[in-house]
Nanobody, 124 residues
Framework: QVQLVESGGGLVQAGASLRLSCAASERTFSSYGKAWFRQAPGKEREFVATINWNGGRTDYADSVKGRFTISRDNAKNMLYLQMNSLRPEDTAAYYC?????????????????WGQGTQVTVSS
């Protein structure tokens, strides 16, 4: 069964950095477009960042642009999200997602595979 497993979340103070990781269970994911989404309590799941199959194209939500960086290592079947200058409003469960198409996408409905999420809490 195909799986995506996130790790790297935690409790940090405002201004700190965290790096989230997402491990894919199958090598075929190396050809998939991928993304990070997040969901705060009582809110809809929202787009954070997306990357195409070879890392040559990325896109970000305006709220994280310039602070977060998405990257991938296809040799290791890994997806990453480097988060710098964290703010309390970044507090959420973060989910990685994968889609059969190789290109980037920023809609939830574009993704077929989802991880279980990792919690990020930023204190002020």
């Amino acid at each position: 069964q195909v799986q995506l497993v996130e790790s790297g979340g935690g409790l940090v103070q405002a201004g700190a950095s965290l790096r989230l990781s997402c491990a894919a269970s199958e090598r075929t994911f190396s050809s998939y477009g991928k993304a990070w989404f997040r969901q705060a309590p009582g809110k809809e799941r929202e787009f954070v960042a997306t990357i195409n199959w070879n890392g040559g194209r990325t896109d970000y939500a305006d709220s994280v642009k310039g602070r977060f960086t998405i990257s991938r290592d296809n040799a290791k079947n890994m997806l990453y999200l480097q988060m710098n200058s964290l703010r309390p409003e970044d507090t959420a469960a973060y989910y990685c997602a994968a889609r059969w198409e190789a290109a980037t996408a920023n809609r939830r409905d574009d993704y077929e595979y989802w991880g279980q999420g990792t919690q990020v809490t930023v204190s002020s």
